[in-house]
């Protein structure tokens, strides 16, 4: 609702919102969020909600949709979510059937996520005729990106620059966080480790903290993280936040759970579940950490990497490919981006590793082209030969067995430290960091910038509107799934 909040506050004049919902659930809680609830209009259209991707539909629902959204909401712009992200492909055959037949119907189509990179159930979902290609070029559209590799990667398959804007995640406060005094301070950190330590054997009251502020879902590659802080020959307690709550998610979350109760990892999960109301609270946990962790493999945005510069706190992270827009904000900001860690492997689980990685290959080359097949299995065969290999990498049962070598062996421990010397070099010179740096400007990130950039999108389309081109480029989909597709989105740890 950022984004709806940022158009009412900042273009009140300009605008007259109706959101359409596919439920009524939780509307009235959204409504009274907004800036200005009396300028926003709800409706339901129960058959934009999600549905099973199993179920068959033709032209005449497709026709009967696109009838219900016109008649509605004929005559305005139409700001659309992910509309291509396989939640609903009856809704995405509508849109699409809008957009190719109804060149006076507006869109801006904001996408957070594309079902061509990595998401292969989402992607056969919208795999059919009466979708097509969806990604179209007519001028009735602007597309908006949260990241720019997004961005340019949309440009790369085919989309008109002009079509193509960066649109930022409004950040809700860019003032940074005042941070408590000392005294504040040791009694917080007192507390947390007073509610925790009978729960968490490995917890150290004397170690530093490395927050880690998610929920342990896959992508978050929390164990890597746990491993880091297993090996640091600095005394750290890893904190994360939130479990995983969703089917997919919660065998991990429970085995990263059990990694921390168990004393495979120092430190404590689940600060985020305590009902004790003395323990910090979520606003005040980044007043006493030391260090902003990341280990994530995927991000889309990347809220943590702000918040770390807000809360003037140094940032320890994966270095990801859709963090080229933050460089800017993190330029001047005490961090650590490091591209892999490497753990020691055998002869026989490098071999397992390459045969896993082909047969991966395999199973999504209907999608590829022949050569970047070609170029994907030269990518594997480089990267499995060597006695090491990138922890993130490995199936989660060898991630696993990693954590259990690490607690029980000062010699692993050590190895870990040599084959990475630079990454725990640059860790530890960030625990003894007391100033982040300077506090730069987030103004690009701000709310005002989001409903600036909403703007410029609706002002394109009023200003620019053609209809005499109606063609799309070709292959515009195939040349993001070919785009999109390298190892790091076929990582083993998303088949846990």
Not at 48 to 58: A, K, P, Q, T, V
Not at 303 to 325: D, K
């Amino acid at each position: 609702m950022l984004g709806i909040n940022s158009l009412l506050k900042y273009y009140p004049e300009t605008v007259k919102i109706t959101i359409a919902a596919g439920c009524e659930e939780n509307t009235e809680k959204v409504k009274n969020s907004l800036h200005s609830p009396d300028d926003v209009d709800i409706k339901i259209i129960p058959e934009i909600y999600y549905r099973d991707s199993s179920l068959s539909f033709g032209e005449e629902e497709v026709k009967a949709l696109s009838d219900k959204l016109l008649n509605n909401f004929s005559g305005t712009v139409w700001w659309i979510h992910n509309f291509q992200l396989g939640k609903n492909p009856l809704f995405t055959a509508a849109v699409l059937h809008i957009i190719r037949n109804y060149p006076q119907q507006k869109f801006i189509l904001h996408i957070h996520d594309f079902p061509e990179c990595a998401r292969y159930d989402n992607l056969e979902a919208i795999s059919i005729p009466l979708i097509g290609d969806p990604y179209p070029a007519r001028p009735n559209i602007v597309y908006c990106l949260i990241n720019s590799r997004d961005r340019d990667m949309l440009i790369a398959a085919g989309i008109p620059e002009k079509q193509v804007l960066l649109l930022n995640n409004p950040v809700e406060s860019t003032e940074p966080v005042q941070k408590p005094s000392e005294q504040q301070r040791l009694k917080l950190r007192k507390d947390l480790f007073a509610c925790f330590k009978q729960d968490f054997p490995r917890l150290s009251e004397d170690g530093k903290i490395l927050f880690y502020p998610v929920r342990s879902i896959r992508r978050k590659n929390i164990l890597e993280a746990g491993l880091i802080a297993s090996a640091s020959e600095a005394a750290v307690n890893l904190i994360v936040s939130l479990p995983g709550v969703s089917s997919q998610e919660k065998q991990y979350s429970d085995l990263c759970a059990e990694s921390f109760s168990n004393g495979l990892i120092p430190g404590i999960f689940g600060t985020g579940l305590a009902k004790d109301d003395s323990i910090p609270s979520y606003e005040q946990m980044p007043g006493i950490s030391d260090l902003i962790v990341s280990t994530s493999v995927q991000e889309g945005f990347g809220y943590l990497f702000i918040n770390s510069v807000q809360w003037q706190i140094p940032l320890f992270a994966r270095s990801l490919e859709t963090m080229g827009g933050l460089e800017p904000l993190l330029r001047n900001h005490e961090n650590c981006f490091y591209d892999r860690f490497d753990v020691p492997v055998d002869s026989r689980t490098v071999s397992v590793l390459k045969d896993l990685y082909l047969k991966k290959l395999e199973s999504i080359s209907v999608y590829l082209t022949d050569s970047r097949i070609a170029e994907l299995k030269e990518i594997i065969e480089s990267e499995f030969t060597a006695d090491i290999a990138d922890y993130a990498y490995l199936p989660v049962v060898e991630q696993l067995n990693c954590l259990k070598k690490a607690a029980g062996s000062a010699d692993y421990r050590k190895a870990l430290n040599e084959l990475n010397k630079k990454t725990f070099s640059e860790l530890y010179r960030l625990l003894d960091t007391a100033d982040a740096g300077v506090i730069p400007d987030t103004n690009g990130f701000s709310p005002e910038n989001h409903a600036l950039t909403i703007k410029k999108a609706a002002d394109i389309l009023n200003s620019e509107f053609e209809t005499s081109r109606t063609g799309d480029p070709a292959h515009v989909q195939k040349n993001l799934i070919d785009g999109f597709a390298g190892l790091d989105y076929m990582r083993l740890l998303y088949d846990y």
